[in-house]
């Protein structure tokens, strides 16, 4: 069956860094987008990251752009997050997620397979 398997999560100071990772099974993931979203405490889950299939092309949420960097590895089976200069705004579940093709950015509904998540807690 498909799975998806957050880790990395856990707490840091606001400067701190933090490397997700997110391994896959269970599907062709070399031919999937993979993407992070994140939830807060009382918000919606949205959009953070998202690399195609090669791992060529990423693009980010203006929130964590110059700071967080996706990437992939299809040997591996797995992607990751790594986060810079977090802030305690960064607080959240993240998700890792894959997409058969991705027709617009941050559109949750492209997403076929998610994972359980990973909290993040970002002290100030």
């Known amino acids: 069956q498909v799975q998806l398997v957050e880790s990395g999560g856990g707490s840091v100071q606001a400067g701190g860094s933090l490397r997700l990772s997110c391994a896959a099974s269970?599907?062709?993931?070399?031919?999937?987008?993979m993407g992070w979203f994140r939830q807060a405490p009382g918000k919606e889950r949205e959009f953070a990251a998202v690399?195609?299939?090669?791992?060529?092309?990423?693009y980010y949420a203006d929130s964590v752009k110059g700071r967080f960097a996706i990437s992939r590895d299809n040997a591996k089976n797995t992607v990751y997050l790594q986060m810079n200069s977090l802030k305690p705004e960064d607080t959240a579940v993240y998700y890792c997620?894959?997409?058969?093709?991705?027709?617009?950015?941050?559109?949750?509904?492209?997403?076929?397979?998610w994972g359980q998540g990973t909290q993040v807690t970002v002290s100030s």
């Open positions: 269970g599907f062709t993931f070399r031919t999937f987008a």
């Open positions: 690399v195609n299939w090669s791992g060529n092309s990423t």
């Open positions: 997620a894959a997409a058969p093709t991705v027709a617009t950015i941050g559109l949750q509904s492209e997403y076929s397979y």
